[in-house]
């Protein structure tokens, strides 16, 4: 089976050259552009003939829907909902067939819908799904694949569904090896939504309205300590890895740590990345006095830092126990621990099982997904795109008074918009308006940290340097239009964002007939007339039919 390059989608693309990118615009042209408002933004590549026409339920309707059956705890992106409804590799277009860039999905890693990993996804769907308690070869192949990326010492695999089931079984197995209670966690940290994983997720205890009230339950035999933040924390300088580390020493003292856990670069919390000594001496603090150390690499792990596979290794430290999530499957459910037999063998005797984890589907996705980043060199192309993006998105910052710092690791960046660059007033609802306008552009991304004001960008690792120009001047152009003006005075703080530049696809191509069973109504209904989308669409059909 043939894989794609980096540089090569699995539609036809037409490649613009109208727009001339920041890094080939001569001086004077660049000169230009601090003095004129920019142009706006469009993306480089521009599909032909697609997406395909869309006849489902709109977007106002899937709304309502979700008001009716899900909690408002699941809360959307977007003060107007956005419905993606399909994709492929970086790209993404929404039930209007407008296309957008996607900076911001880590979890489809080797891009939406790869060819590749969808015929073995389906290959192996059409075979069988069993559970562990069966044997079958793909559970191995996978296993020594997987291992075979990891640090010798780490050869125990265990597999489940989720990022987070890997984060609670992770402290349940140091918590059983040392005969020990207490987790030591970041502040701002997010580790996931089970009970325990919630207790380690700081960054959760807000909630999405007045905190989340159980946050305190869940957090029990949980300790925290500042995260090494050398941007807005209280440590600087060459010295901060050892100030920042004294604090796990302080924690140790009480001799019943069983575990720090850290995502090796946070990422919800605003995509800090610590000082370079700081785990090091951390992981050393904890193992003097008999505790583990875990790496949450959920977000950072399978290539995304271009320099490594796995984000802890810039760190020149090994973690005791290695949890991993989101890209290992490529949005299929999946998540792994990987751990030392040591710490394995104290856990032989609990009768573990999970239904789904490790069911050969799974397996198949995870080895496909390890097969696609080595054979479309996307470890290589994380770190070429990330030197050709940094350097870009730095020099916002001599233009924009609003940036206050660009940091980040291989395909994981930050933006932290401040208001004033000595207080570091955060900017949140600056940073909540740059998103909106960036979706109005085709542009989406994400936003973080514990204050809000952090843009995040994590895209798909088929991310090409096209795209990162396509960001930097959607970005210069965005800070320009928001210039001297307030974000409440904004019209996007009502969720009217007028669309600048859409990439606006043919919704139905020359020639393509609406099938008769899948009509669709542009007109809007009320609130009170929503019905399911099947009753509704019949409705809606026999309506156009006259009957």
Not at 199 to 220: F, H, Q
Not at 455 to 474: E, G, I, N, S
């Amino acid at each position: 089976m043939g894989f794609l390059s980096v540089v090569e989608q699995p539609r036809d693309v037409v490649h613009s050259k109208a727009n001339v990118p920041l890094s080939s615009a001569s001086d004077a042209e660049s000169d230009d552009r601090r003095l004129h408002k920019p142009i706006a933004p469009q993306p480089k590549a521009q599909f032909t003939l697609k997406p395909r026409a869309w006849y489902g339920p709109s977007a106002k309707e899937i709304a309502r829907g979700r008001r009716e059956h899900l909690s408002l705890g699941q809360y959307h992106f977007y003060n107007d909902p956005l419905m993606l409804v399909e994709a492929s590799m970086q790209y993404c277009f929404d039930d209007e067939g407008r296309q957008y860039v996607d900076a911001y999905s880590n979890v489809c890693h080797v891009g939406h819908c790869h060819p590749y990993f969808v015929r073995a996804c389906e290959s192996a769907l059409g075979s069988i799904i069993s559970n562990t308690r069966y044997l079958h070869p793909t559970i191995v192949a996978y296993a020594e694949k997987l291992k075979s990326k990891v640090p010798s010492k780490l050869s125990v695999c265990y597999f489940v569904n989720s990022g987070s089931e890997a984060n609670d079984l992770a402290m349940r197995l140091a918590r059983v090896y040392t005969q020990k209670k207490t987790v030591v966690c970041l502040e701002h940290a997010y580790h996931g939504t089970t009970q325990s994983c919630t207790g380690t997720s700081t960054s959760l205890s807000v909630g999405t309205t007045k905190g989340a009230s159980d946050y305190k339950y869940c957090a029990r035999d949980v300790e925290n300590i500042p995260v090494p933040d050398v941007y807005r924390g209280p440590h600087k300088g060459k010295d901060a890895g050892k100030k920042y580390s004294d604090h796990m020493a302080k924690a140790c003292a009480s001799g019943d740590v069983a575990a720090f856990i850290h995502e090796s670069v946070q990422g919800v919390g605003g995509q800090v990345v610590y000082p370079i000594d700081y785990l090091e001496r951390t992981y050393d603090h904890v193992r003097k006095q008999g505790g583990v150390c875990i790496a949450d690499e959920v977000q950072t792990g399978f290539g995304r830092t271009g320099t490594h596979f796995w984000a802890f290794e810039a760190q020149n430290v090994c973690p005791d126990i290695l949890t991993l999530g989101k890209p290992i499957g490529n949005g299929f459910p999946l998540g792994a621990v990987i751990t030392t037999r040591e710490i394995a063998r104290a856990f032989d005797g609990v009768q573990y099982f999970n239904t789904n984890g490790g069911n050969p589907v799974a397996c198949a996705a995870g080895l496909a997904v390890l097969d696609i980043i080595e054979r479309d060199g996307l470890q290589q192309n994380a770190l070429d795109v990330s030197q050709y993006l940094m350097p870009r998105l730095t020099a916002l910052k001599d233009r924009h008074p609003l940036v206050g710092d660009v940091r980040g690791v291989g395909l994981f960046v930050g933006v932290e918009l401040v208001r004033n660059r000595k207080t570091l007033e955060p900017a949140d609802k600056e940073a909540a308006e740059v998103m909106e306008r960036c979706r109005a552009h085709g542009l989406l991304i994400g936003k973080g940290g514990i204050h809000g004001n952090v843009l995040r960008m994590k895209p798909p690792m088929c991310f090409t340097k096209d795209d990162a120009d396509f960001l930097v001047h959607t970005f210069d152009v965005v800070f320009e239009e928001m210039a001297g003006r307030s974000p409440a005075s904004s019209n996007s703080s009502s969720g009217q964002v007028t669309p600048v530049s859409y990439i606006n696809c043919t919704a139905t191509p020359a020639g393509h007939k609406r099938p008769l069973d899948a009509i669709r109504d542009d007109d809007e209904s009320s609130e009170s007339d929503w019905e399911p989308a099947g009753a509704s669409l019949k409705k809606r059909v026999m309506s156009k039919l006259g009957q």
